[in-house]
């Protein structure tokens, strides 16, 4: 997958990674759209091709009564809100076989959950829409079994794949991310580290899950310093009220501080 394969993608020439950023969950228009005005001023300013992401509805959670959408046109329909407005691409998760098509007339993107990665009729229904597929890495799979799902979608004649590294679950209560995964990765599809979910400590026993925001900076370091194409933060201006994945996502105010420093490490890096 090249850059410019990305609808609305800027900043195809740099040698920055390129950033997947923005809410877990789509609660509103109101705030997408003040998020992604902030996060598009930041990554103009740093020349940073910038995807933003969105959940228009949320599957995966741990209690019945926890928060999992505002309906599914209408955040699909924000989203390509925010596409227009800001003239940037934007990636969504699709959970059912449905969702492909429906998803695919609103986004650039079309992610697959890791917990579904291994759905192969999820994944080729994605693949079939000739959208970008981003390919999460499942938390109980090597990085070497990821070759896999992304022949997946070239086999249905869509080169457009990216590969997604989320850490890997070590026991119960926490998930690690084996940098050594990310060169594996980087020979079958451009890979992206999610360093805001590498960060999740899911499965407590309120059933909510928690996090480590504080490692941010330490985990994305890692990934830049290791080449990895692209970063995947989720952000939002008040993650303790966030509907969705505040515990583990950063805000907003620090995003901009976090990536000058990180395009800074990636200028040393790329001048080895």
Same mark, same amino acid.
Request: charged residues 25%.
């Given at each position: 997958?090249?850059?410019? !394969? ?14 997947? #950023? &923005? @809410? ?5 228009? *109101? ?23 969105? #959940?228009?509805?949320? /599957? ?8 999992? &959408? ?6 699909? !329909? ?34 697959? @959950? ?8 999820l994944v080729v229904a994605a693949a079939e829409t000739g959208k970008v597929v981003n390919l ?5 799979? #090597? @990085? ?20 997604? *590294?989320? &850490? ?9 991310? *084996? ?40 985990? /994305? ?17 008040? @993650? /303790?009220?966030? !509907? ?12 901009? !501080? ?12 790329? #001048?080895?």
């Open positions: 997958m090249k850059l410019d !394969k990305i609808p609305n993608i800027k900043h195809t020439g740099s040698d920055n990674f390129f950033l997947l #950023s &923005g @809410p877990c969950a789509i609660e509103g228009e *109101d705030m997408a759209l003040r998020i992604a005005e902030k996060v598009v001023a930041i990554t103009d300013k740093l020349e940073i091709p910038y995807v933003f992401k969105g #959940s228009f509805k949320k /599957a995966n959670r741990s209690r019945i009564d926890s928060f999992t &959408g505002i309906g599914d046109e209408k955040a699909l !329909k924000i989203l390509r809100k925010v596409s227009e407005t800001f003239d940037i691409p934007t990636v969504t998760d699709i959970h059912e076989i449905d969702d492909a098509k429906m998803a695919a007339e609103y986004v650039d993107v079309l992610q697959i @959950p890791a917990f579904l990665v291994r759905q192969t009729d999460k890495k499942g938390q109980f799979m #090597s @990085p070497e079994a990821m070759k896999h799902a992304v022949t997946k979608v070239t086999d249905c004649n869509n080169e457009q794949v990216m590969v997604t *590294d989320r &850490g890997t679950m070590f026991g119960y209560q926490d998930l690690i991310v *084996d940098f050594r995964g990310i060169p594996t990765m980087r020979e079958f599809a451009p890979t992206v580290l999610d360093v805001t979910h590498s960060l999740q400590q899911p499965n407590q026993s309120s059933g909510v899950t928690g996090g480590r925001p504080d490692m941010i900076e330490t985990i /994305a370091r890692a990934g830049v310093v290791n080449k990895v194409d692209g970063l995947f933060i989720e952000t939002h201006f008040d @993650p /303790a009220n966030a !509907k969705s994945d505040g515990a583990n996502m950063l805000d907003l105010a620090h995003l901009e !501080k976090l990536l000058s420093n990180l395009v800074a490490i990636r200028k040393t890096v790329n #001048s080895l």
